[in-house]
């Protein structure tokens, strides 16, 4: 067997497919009864659009898995295409990228397909219980298939692609923030860590724990049990508000970005927030279009009707008279709209400051939402090269069969984001260049493992 995939996802999908496609000999595993995992969920394939852009978002992400989602990209949305899947035309995403619209269900699904055609297996509602090792190197794994049975499967690499572990509290807690254990999940509840286990068992590295997470903010104290309200509810405008914690202050950029601003509030007290807007931002971003070629929708009144903390002002004054209840000094955060509005007026500086939008928010009336974090996957995960080869705890040394991508895998992003789907498509793809031929960029050395030509330091 060329390669076994663990994990269904985009990554899997994608790596499973090109195999196949290539004349490679593929088994795909998925503990879910229907693979396709979070990417079903979404709907743009994007990222920055040159590498000094990548480099500006993500200063601190590994420079080598930037330059290879760079140069990889384009051909990843070629093979999007040569598949007879749609990709519309490229808009502008989160203000710096750039990026396409697909239908990320007809193309899951013709990846399952053609692997299904190629003579390749999908076993979907099956658990992976350990990795098989001979001689050092990954060579398989031992999997619980759905009647209990087990079949061990053996294989010349190994793919992990599993998702991530967003899904398990515990390791939430561990790798992002304490607080991170109770935020709502905005993923498929598969990825829980499967990967991640899997990799460290064999000798893989797991990258620094304070990587962040890609999420965005959510109306506080609302289930995202509902997929379908995980980009109805998401409150992308919150670029144009103004959030306060519970002590009524300001304490980041909100124009950086809500998925930026999501990882911020989960480190403040109680890991909510209150966003406040006015009738402009009304109008012209919570009502509106977040990407072009989305229609637009009332976000404030989607949020009110799902049971949301939220109210409207029809001045300041009225903030003074916030109940009690919500935990939060509304006379303070009606004075500190009015020192914003202020220091905007005359030109100054706010604090923190504001690189887009200054304009006060003084129209009435005002849109009042409690917010929290929720996330989507995390950015910690095991550290790859741009290959997909697994690192050892070293950085310079491969785990001999073992290879990692889309949320499993960790270094690309450190506390910024630049897309999810094209990182997994993009790895994703590498993992079945790995496994269908030799790698004239590396050398074996006496133990079997691969080890790497100097090159930058590990983040």
């Not at 794994?141 to 398990?168: H, K, M, N, Y």
């Amino acid at each position: 067997m060329d390669l076994l995939v663990i994990g269904g996802g985009m990554a899997g999908l994608s790596a499973a497919a090109k195999v196949a496609h290539e004349g490679g000999s593929v088994v795909l595993v998925d503990r879910a009864e229907r693979p396709g995992g979070s990417a079903r969920l979404a709907g743009f394939v994007w990222t920055a659009p040159t590498l000094d852009e990548l480099r500006r978002v993500d200063p601190d992400g590994d420079p080598e898995l930037a330059r290879a989602l760079l140069e990889g990209f384009a051909e990843g949305v070629a093979w999007i295409g040569s598949l007879g899947v749609e990709c519309r035309p490229p808009v502008p995403v989160l203000g710096f990228g750039r990026g396409h619209q697909i239908d990320t269900n007809h193309y899951l699904d013709t990846c399952e397909r053609l692997v299904r055609d190629r003579g390749g297996e999908v076993l979907t509602g099956t658990e992976t219980r350990t990795l098989v090792t001979e001689d050092g190197a990954v060579a398989g794994a031992e999997c619980v298939l759905p009647d209990g049975s087990v079949r061990r499967i053996d294989a010349a690499w190994t793919l992990l692609a599993t998702g991530g572990f967003q899904g398990d509290p515990a390791l939430r807690a561990e790798h992002i923030h304490d607080q991170a254990r109770t935020i709502e999940l905005r993923a498929n509840p598969h990825s829980r860590g499967g990967g991640l286990a899997l990799g460290l068992a064999a000798g893989a590295a797991f990258g620094k724990k304070d990587a962040g997470f890609y999420g965005h903010l959510m109306p506080a104290g609302v289930s995202l049990s509902d997929p379908a309200r995980f980009v109805d509810l998401a409150l992308y405008y919150s670029e144009r508000a103004l959030l306060f914690d519970l002590t009524g202050e300001r304490f980041v950029d909100e124009t950086v970005g809500d998925h930026l601003t999501a990882m911020a509030l989960l480190e403040r007290p109680g890991a909510r927030g209150l966003l406040v807007a006015d009738a402009r931002v009304h109008r012209e971003w919570i009502s509106a279009s977040y990407v072009e070629g989305i229609p637009g929708v009332d976000k404030f009144q989607l949020c009110h009707r799902a049971g949301a903390r939220s109210a409207v002002a029809e001045s300041l004054k009225e903030f003074a008279w916030m109940p009690e209840e919500w935990g939060y000094p509304g006379a303070r955060i009606r004075d500190r709209v009015e020192e914003f509005n202020s220091v905007v007026r005359g030109g100054g500086e706010t604090v923190p400051g504001r690189l887009l939008d200054r304009q006060p928010l003084d129209e009435p009336p005002f849109y009042v939402i409690e917010a929290a974090p929720a996330i989507t996957f995390a950015f910690g995960g095991l550290l790859i090269d741009a290959e997909a080869h697994a690192l050892s705890a070293d950085g310079r040394r491969t785990v001999p069969g073992l290879l990692v991508a889309g949320a499993d895998a960790g270094g690309l992003y450190r506390r910024a984001y630049a897309g999810g789907l094209a990182p997994a498509l993009v790895f994703g793809l590498a993992a079945a260049r790995t496994a269908l031929g030799p790698d004239g960029e590396t050398h074996s050395d006496k133990s079997g493992a691969a080890v790497l030509p100097d090159r930058h330091p590990r983040v």
